[in-house]
């Protein structure tokens, strides 16, 4: 044999034993094992023809029995994974909606057409079937034994018998078919399997199987389909390898408790609350460790037993769960709540009056200082709400006390930020409680979305009150996935829309949808116009702030530049708005809605159209006028760029449509005064002089009533003329709902019959004036409310020409009883802008008057 | 029969069944109310069977009025009624902060005092040793406050400060000029601060201290210590200012060692004694509180014995010294102090004693 010939009979043989090796990472080694499924005939099920109308729904009794008990053969035949096979390795992040390696179905490609209410009617009575069904399977859990703990070896092999097996089962892969299917709970549980091990991944199952108690864990709640269900539909169930890892924790220590409804509930959300928000696995078991035991001992408020696990997350999954002093969540701190501070319901709202409201305490340091605590602590075991008890606190303190009151004893509740401030939400009889609020802002510490904005707060409890209709949509949009992963397009897009539609206030699955849409069907106008509509006749009946948002988010980038139709793209813009009455279920900011949609126009003369149809829709809209009119004027002012002649254009369309929509009955003028406090305020947050000058005069025409006739006090004058009364004013302080309401007094604080605005002088906070033009100045006079000003501390002068950088030009104003004055005949300073500011402690008298005296520079 | 139960019915407690008829018996007598969570708190249910349906509670609420009031959560009609049947159109009083609890009442509606703690009410026998004291407390209190009523001057002004000494709140406006319900005849010279006492801000000390010198500040603190009149507590919460204003101010770790013990001796169990214990560890002795140190499920031996919360809004009562724990420093160990000792102290005088008891008792026996 020739050396070239054995050269090349030594590749040959490398060649095959290497294909040979690869052969199981692109081929099957071996097939799956069929496991028998039984399919089921339809059963005589009364399935309601398509032209049935809704109304005309089978009643419940007349529907025909049907055996739930589907027994499914035992899957345990699984095959050893082969680590180069696995496939589904990761499907956890939702936007990329990867397929699976399938091939392509001919008859399920195509994008259905988008339907009308009509074409769902068939479909909407087995759903609503499918409800009644589901609320009558919660008396009556339904538990599977098929699964055994060898099926964990390999979760891939597992998926494809269960895939197999709900297509089969399903048949004809339309909606009727898919209601049919996820009429069985036999069904329901396969495809919640099916969504669990897709959204975990195998190789983390595998590796949670690998735990002590892993397998069991595992098969126990893959059998369990209420169990699971409350892993898979009761809100988020993000990170679920970690949260399925935690759960693993609790079940290896406390296993037998899982078989225990409320105890079930405690240890699921736990894992799944600690997992979604990162927090440490030692401190998710002294978390589960306390509600077990407090259950357990009865030391829980009664509704707790009732709970359900979308409910259980506000409780179990209450934040600052580390043990260490200062954590409201810790199970120290808990357990001293849950012994001192037991109520009813009803009054933790309120509970914040069991503290001393304190900015410092007895010794002087400063509540954001840590001494304020510190020496307490031995005293109070280190006990948070119980150092704040005896010292007492502010804000934050105050709000957290009741929160974690509410929670300590199983109630849910959750603190909020307002601006500058702490408040809290408790959920009192299923209707959440504002507490110890002051503003309209809430940014709430727990969501479910992400969104922190009460909206959402209402939206979640709306969305899971109505509990089976989400657990049906849930269970659809599961569906949907695992069809689209299939590559079942056509029943994909059905299984997504019907869920929408079955449930209009699903923002988790509204959003999956869009996602969906943007990667399947971008240019399909008329589905983006459905989902559009959709998200307006549904969501946004009573959320405007979430629809707002879920369209500008979602819908508007895609959509709008379809519609080339200036006047088309305005109507649609207006729809949003159409359902608008009052604020819905708590006042929201409508500006970003408003931004999103201007910015789709091209144009300035586009824009404007859009400006003055958006202006005349809100403006007759009482609670919107004033947010509109701070909109208009911010975007005169920032969006429009350096088009000095666009912003003219634009602030005369304004203040003209301002002049004409603002109401002139006496019976209205309150309306018109707070719609005009809200946009004098905004031109004094964009620090728009002219702007604010003219609200001002509009004011004073509008609602005379409301301003002081005279000032009440003597002014000695200074020389010159008050060159302040042309300008702007700006209080340090944060504005309260009413006090914006009033802020056209503002602009009468610099006119010689006064005006009214809070003062707050604290270091470098003050009261700062804007001047028209750069003048000479030969004296301040401020007028406050006070009968006498407080003298302990001196007030002084800053100027500057930027209104950025400041000098000190004159110290120490002469009080004079309700009067600081300061006379510059001397120094004259020159300045566009001045500030009064009082050293040391915080002050706040009113302020009545404010009169800068001098020349104007030409 | 009849006269042995003649005998023993001032010292039974008058059961009823509204708060209004409780009101209108209770004369000088305190008012019991237990209150618990009737329909939605299942130790509140395990405490009323065991100290009412058993009756175990009674003997401990002696003399007093006694009345039973279910708490509700979210109500049902009849729920409602068996509510208003008992409240009326009353409300109850503020500063009842958890259920189940014994509410201390007077007869004008004024919360005197509670036992609310959860160790306090674990049992009846804890409660029972909670209530007596504050029980004892009250009647010692109204004596008082009946005598000042009579009394004019400084005898009055001397009066109340005894009252105000008790461990217990007092009723409204006493030892205020204006709508003072309980002035009486006489009217006060309050050469002893009375008023100094009723109207004392310890923030507002925090506020004159910022702007004085070391000196300063210790001639201002030792002026208003001197004047005698102030309270335990509000001593040191004085001093808890001083040391704070020098500690923020760069003094010594010497100087504030003995401005903390002298505050902490002022009375060493109380909350603000362990504070200036806490103080000393913390800013002194540069040793950082490790709350790990301390087990979750340990309380302290303070909750266990008669703690009476001040009812938000009315001036802290000089508290009793309070019993230490065992094992614990017991807040006396020999440091640094300062020349104010003698000052800081109440005397002895000024505790009540037996004479004013009988004179009471010779007063009730004139006027029947």
Same mark, same amino acid.
């Given at each position: 044999m020739s050396p070239n010939l054995s050269r090349l009979l030594i590749a040959a043989g490398l060649v095959f034993a290497l294909g040979f090796m690869c052969y199981p990472i692109f081929y099957s080694v071996q097939e799956p094992e069929e496991t028998a499924v039984q399919t089921r005939p339809e059963e005589g099920l009364a399935v309601t023809d398509d032209t049935t109308p809704v109304d005309d729904w089978t009643p419940e009794d007349e529907e025909p029995e049907q055996t739930d008990e589907t027994v499914e053969p035992e899957i345990t035949t699984i095959t050893r994974?082969?680590?180069?096979?696995?496939?589904?390795?990761?499907?956890?992040?939702?936007?990329?909606?990867?397929?699976?390696?399938?091939?392509?179905?001919p008859t399920q490609k195509k994008v259905p057409e988008a339907r009308g209410h009509a074409s769902f009617t068939s479909s909407l009575a087995q759903v609503h079937r499918l409800k009644k069904r589901l609320e009558r399977e919660s008396q009556k859990p339904y538990k599977s034994k098929d699964l055994?703990?060898?099926?964990?070896?390999?979760?891939?092999?597992?998926?494809?018998?269960?895939?197999?097996?709900?297509?089969?089962k399903i048949e004809k892969l339309d909606e009727k078919s898919i209601l049919q299917f996820m009429q069985q709970p036999a069904n329901r549980l396969d495809?919640?399997?099916?969504?669990?091990?897709?959204?975990?991944?195998?190789?983390?199952?595998?590796?949670?199987?690998?735990?002590?108690?892993?397998?069991?864990?595992?098969?126990?709640?893959?059998?369990? #389909?209420?169990?699971?269900?409350?892993?898979?539909?009761?809100?988020?169930?993000?990170?679920?390898?970690?949260? #399925?890892?935690?759960?693993?924790?609790?079940?290896?220590?406390?296993?037998?408790?899982?078989?225990? /409804?409320?105890?079930?509930?405690?240890?699921?959300?736990?894992?799944?609350?600690?997992?979604?928000?990162?927090?440490?696995?030692?401190?998710?078991?002294?978390?589960?460790?306390?509600?077990?035991?407090?259950?357990?001992?009865?030391?829980?408020?009664?509704?707790?037993?009732?709970?359900?696990?979308?409910?259980?997350?506000?409780?179990?999954?209450?934040?600052?769960?580390?043990?260490?002093?200062?954590?409201?969540?810790?199970?120290?701190?808990?357990?001293?709540?849950?012994?001192?501070?037991?109520?009813?319901?009803?009054?933790?709202?309120?509970?914040?009056?069991?503290?001393?409201?304190?900015?410092?305490?007895?010794a002087g340091d400063s509540v954001f200082s840590s001494a304020y605590l510190a020496p307490v602590l031995p005293y109070v075991n280190g006990t948070t709400a119980w150092a704040y008890r005896e010292i007492g606190g502010v804000c934050g303190a105050l709000?957290?006390?009741?929160?974690?009151?509410?929670?300590?004893?199983?109630?849910?509740?959750?603190?909020?930020?307002?601006?500058?401030?702490?408040?809290?939400?408790?959920?009192?009889?299923?209707?959440?409680?504002?507490?110890?609020?002051?503003?309209?802002?809430?940014?709430?510490?727990?969501?479910?979305?992400?969104?922190?904005?009460w909206d959402y707060l209402i939206l979640t409890e709306n969305l899971y009150h109505d509990f089976y209709t989400t657990l049906v949509a849930d269970q659809l949009v599961a569906m949907a996935d695992f069809l689209g992963a299939r590559r079942k397009m056509t029943a994909s897009f059905n299984c997504y829309e019907l869920a929408i539609k079955v449930q209009p206030l699903n923002w988790p699955a509204l959003n999956r949808y869009a996602g969906y849409l943007k990667v399947k069907a971008p240019e399909d106008k008329e589905k983006w116009q459905r989902l559009h509509d959709s998200i307006v006749d549904g969501l946004g009946k009573q959320h405007y702030n979430a629809a707002s948002k879920l369209l500008v988010r979602r819908v508007y980038p895609n959509l709008a530049p379809m519609i080339k139709d200036r006047n088309k793209l305005n109507k649609m813009y207006a729809g949003l708005f159409k359902n608008f009455d009052g604020w819905g279920t708590n006042r929201w900011d409508v500006i970003p809605t408003l931004d999103a949609q201007i910015n789709t126009y091209k144009t300035n003369e586009d824009k404007k159209v859009y400006m003055r149809e958006v202006v005349r829709v809100l403006m007759g809209k009482p609670e919107y006028s004033g947010a509109v009119l701070t909109w208009g004027l911010k975007y005169i002012s920032q969006g429009l760029g350096k088009d000095e002649a666009a912003q003219d254009d634009f602030t005369d369309m304004l203040v003209r449509m301002m002049g004409q929509h603002t109401r002139n009955t006496r019976k209205e003028q309150d309306q018109t005064w707070a719609t005009l406090g809200e946009a004098i305020n905004a031109a004094t947050e964009n620090n728009d002089r002219r702007v604010f000058q003219a609200i001002g005069k509009l004011a004073y025409r509008k609602c005379k009533d409301k301003f002081p006739k005279k000032m009440k006090h003597r002014v000695k004058s200074f020389p010159g003329r008050i060159v302040s009364e042309t300008g702007i004013i700006d209080t340090a302080t944060t504005l309260g709902a009413g006090q914006v309401a009033s802020s056209c007094l503002h602009w009468a604080v610099l006119q010689k019959s006064g005006g009214a605005m809070p003062g707050k002088f604290e270091g470098k906070a003050g009261v700062t004036v804007g001047l028209e033009k750069k003048s000479q100045l030969t004296g301040v006079i401020c007028v406050t409310s006070e009968e006498k000003v407080k003298d302990d501390r001196p007030f002084y002068i800053e100027v500057s020409n930027d209104g950025q950088n400041w000098n000190r030009v004159f110290g120490n104003g002469v009080i004079d009883g309700a009067q600081i004055r300061f006379d510059m005949r001397q120094e004259k300073p020159t300045c566009q802008y001045l500030r009064l500011l009082r050293e040391g402690d915080k002050y706040e008298p009113g302020i009545v008057g404010f009169y800068v005296y001098g020349k104007q520079e030409r | 029969m009849m006269l042995v139960s003649a005998v023993l019915s001032p010292l039974r407690a008058a059961v009823v069944h509204s708060y209004s008829e409780a009101l209108s018996k209770a004369g000088d007598k305190p008012i019991v109310i237990f209150l618990y969570g009737a329909n939605y708190d299942k130790l509140s249910m395990k405490t009323y069977d065991e100290f009412i349906k058993k009756n175990k509670i009674l003997p401990a609420v002696r003399k007093s009025?006694?009345?039973?009031?279910?708490?509700?959560?979210?109500?049902?009609?009849?729920?409602?009624?068996?509510?208003?049947?008992?409240?009326?159109?009353?409300?109850? /009083?503020?500063?009842?902060?958890?259920?189940?609890?014994?509410?201390?009442?007077?007869?004008?509606?004024?919360?005197?005092?509670?036992?609310?703690?959860?160790?306090?009410?674990?049992?009846?026998?804890?409660?029972?040793?909670?209530?007596?004291?504050?029980?004892?407390?009250?009647?010692?209190?109204?004596?008082?406050?009946?005598?000042?009523?009579?009394?004019?001057?400084?005898?009055?002004?001397?009066?109340?400060?005894?009252?105000?000494?008790?461990?217990?709140?007092?009723?409204?406006?006493?030892?205020k000029e204006k709508n003072n319900k309980r002035r009486g005849r006489g009217e006060m010279d309050d050469d002893i601060g009375l008023k100094n006492r009723m109207s004392f801000d310890p923030i507002a000390v925090v506020e004159k201290l910022q702007i004085m010198s070391f000196e300063e500040a210790d001639?201002?603190?030792?002026?208003?210590?001197?004047?005698?009149?102030?309270?335990?507590?509000?001593?040191?919460?004085?001093?808890?200012?001083?040391?704070?204003?020098?500690?923020?101010?760069?003094?010594?770790?010497?100087?504030?060692?003995?401005?903390?013990?002298?505050?902490?001796?002022?009375?060493?169990?109380?909350?603000?004694?362990?504070?200036?214990?806490?103080?000393?560890?913390?800013?002194?002795?540069?040793?950082?509180?490790?709350?790990?140190?301390? /087990?979750?499920?340990?309380?302290?031996?303070?909750?266990?014995?008669?703690?009476?919360?001040?009812?938000?809004?009315?001036?802290?009562?000089?508290?009793?010294?309070?019993?230490?724990?065992?094992?614990?420093?017991?807040?006396?160990?020999?440091?640094?102090?300062?020349?104010?000792?003698?000052?800081?102290? /109440?005397?002895?005088?000024?505790?009540?004693?037996?004479?004013?008891?009988?004179?009471?008792?010779?007063?009730?026996?004139?006027?029947?």
């Open positions: 994974p082969d680590p180069d096979k696995r496939r589904i390795l990761n499907r956890q992040d939702d936007e990329l909606y990867t397929e699976e390696d399938v091939p392509e179905d055994q703990p060898v099926v964990w070896d390999n979760p891939e092999e597992l998926y494809q018998v269960l895939a197999k097996r709900v297509l089969t495809l919640a399997r099916i969504n669990l091990i897709r959204r975990t991944g195998s190789e983390e199952l595998i590796r949670v199987a690998s735990l002590p108690s892993g397998r069991g864990m595992l098969t126990m709640l893959a059998n369990d #389909l209420t169990w699971i269900s409350g892993v898979l539909y009761s809100g988020p169930s993000v990170k679920l390898e970690q949260a #399925l890892t935690n759960m693993e924790l609790i079940y290896r220590k406390h296993g037998e408790d899982f078989l225990h /409804p409320v105890l079930n509930k405690i240890g699921t959300i736990a894992a799944m609350e600690f997992a979604r928000e990162g927090w440490n696995p030692e401190d998710m078991m002294a978390r589960y460790e306390y509600y077990s035991s407090s259950y357990k001992q009865e030391l829980l408020n009664s509704l707790f037993d009732t709970l359900q696990y979308w409910e259980m997350r506000w409780v179990v999954g209450c934040a600052q769960p580390s043990q260490s002093v200062g954590n409201w969540g810790e199970p120290r701190n808990l357990k001293w709540m849950r012994d001192n501070v037991r109520l009813p319901a009803e009054q933790y709202l309120g509970a914040e009056g069991q503290l001393c409201y304190r900015l410092r305490n007895v709000s957290h006390y009741a929160t974690y009151g509410a929670l300590a004893s199983g109630l849910p509740a959750a603190t909020m930020g307002e601006p500058g401030h702490c408040a809290y939400a408790i959920r009192i009889n299923g209707e959440w409680k504002r507490g110890n609020s002051i503003y309209w802002q809430h940014q709430l510490s727990k969501t479910f979305f992400n969104e922190p904005e | 009025v006694f009345l039973v009031v279910p708490v509700y959560q979210n109500p049902t009609p009849d729920e409602k009624k068996k509510y208003a049947k008992i409240m009326g159109d009353k409300k109850l /009083p503020g500063g009842i902060w958890s259920y189940p609890c014994l509410a201390v009442v007077d007869s004008h509606g004024k919360l005197r005092g509670i036992v609310q703690s959860a160790q306090e009410m674990k049992s009846v026998e804890s409660a029972t040793a909670a209530l007596k004291p504050m029980l004892d407390a009250f009647e010692q209190q109204e004596k008082l406050l009946s005598k000042a009523e009579r009394a004019s001057g400084a005898r009055k002004a001397d009066l109340i400060l005894q009252a105000s000494n008790i461990n217990l709140t007092l009723p409204d406006g006493v030892g001639a201002y603190i030792r002026g208003m210590i001197a004047e005698g009149c102030y309270s335990r507590r509000q001593r040191q919460e004085m001093m808890a200012a001083y040391a704070g204003h020098l500690r923020r101010n760069g003094a010594s770790a010497e100087r504030l060692r003995a401005l903390y013990t002298e505050m902490r001796n002022l009375d060493p169990n109380s909350m603000y004694g362990a504070y200036a214990e806490g103080a000393i560890a913390l800013w002194v002795e540069k040793k950082a509180f490790d709350p790990s140190t301390v /087990p979750v499920e340990v309380r302290r031996a303070s909750e266990e014995v008669t703690t009476v919360a001040a009812v938000p809004g009315t001036v802290e009562p000089d508290p009793e010294p309070t019993v230490r724990p065992s094992g614990s420093s017991g807040g006396m160990t020999a440091l640094g102090s300062t020349s104010l000792e003698d000052v800081a102290g /109440p005397s002895v005088e000024d505790e009540p004693s037996e004479d004013d008891f009988e004179a009471d008792a010779d007063a009730e026996a004139e006027a029947e």
